[in-house]
């Protein structure tokens, strides 16, 4: 069974940092493209950072410079480092699995930041 499980979000000030981190079990960790994404109150989910197997990383405008993601295939982790928090950061944040070959696609449930003075 394939388990997501996101942790380290809470509620920082503005400039502060946060390290979100994606614990995953029951998948072959090369196999996917890995990702963070994000849904504020009342609009969509939509994505932040995206790892590709070759080590590419996407990042949406919003948080270039700011956010970086990473990933550990000895402790099967995803890691998101965001700096420099801004009060439009505020959002559950959901790690996300995208099979590079297939239709596979998990989630996990998701860990809520909120930066706030």
């Known amino acids: 069974q394939v388990r997501l499980v996101e942790s380290g979000g809470g509620l920082v000030q503005p400039g502060e940092s946060l390290s979100l981190s994606c614990a995953a079990s029951?998948?072959?960790?090369?196999?996917?493209?890995w990702a963070w994404y994000r849904q504020a109150p009342g609009k969509y989910r939509h994505m932040v950072a995206r790892?590709?197997?070759?080590?590419?990383?996407i990042y949406i405008d919003a948080v270039k410079g700011r956010f970086k993601i990473s990933k550990d295939d000895s402790q099967l982790t995803i890691t998101l480092e965001m700096n420099n928090l801004k009060p439009e950061d505020t959002a559950v944040y959901y790690c996300?699995?995208?099979?590079?070959?297939?239709?596979?696609?998990?989630w996990g449930q998701g860990t809520q930041v909120t930066v706030s003075s």
């Open positions: 996300n699995a995208l099979a590079i070959h297939g239709m596979d696609d998990y």
């Open positions: 029951g998948i072959i960790f090369g196999d996917y493209y």
């Open positions: 790892l590709k197997d070759d080590g590419t990383e």
